[in-house]
């Protein structure tokens, strides 16, 4: 998964998720050079959440069923195109 700014540029390209404890645990490269690992607490989902406007978590199922949809298009196309 990459995380993208608003121009396009990489930000943070994200090779894995893991609880560590309590905490879940984001690894993955920063701007291309810079392996990291992200912890983020219970208590920083929580403020993460209260950050976000409700009509923003009210889309946010939608947003990730649209990304499952066009992830399962590529994947059949690229089945598609090795055969």
Do not use: C, H, Q
């Amino acid at each position: 998964m990459k995380m993208l700014s608003k121009e396009g540029i990489e930000m943070m390209e994200v090779k894995s998720f893991f609880l560590d404890g309590d905490s879940l645990v984001m690894k993955g490269k920063m701007m291309g050079s810079m392996n990291t690992a992200v912890y983020i607490k219970p208590e920083d989902m929580a403020e993460a959440v209260a950050l976000m406007p409700w009509k923003v978590i009210a889309r946010l199922p939608f947003i990730f069923f649209k990304g499952l949809l066009s992830n399962r298009k590529k994947d059949n196309a690229a089945a598609a195109a090795k055969k």
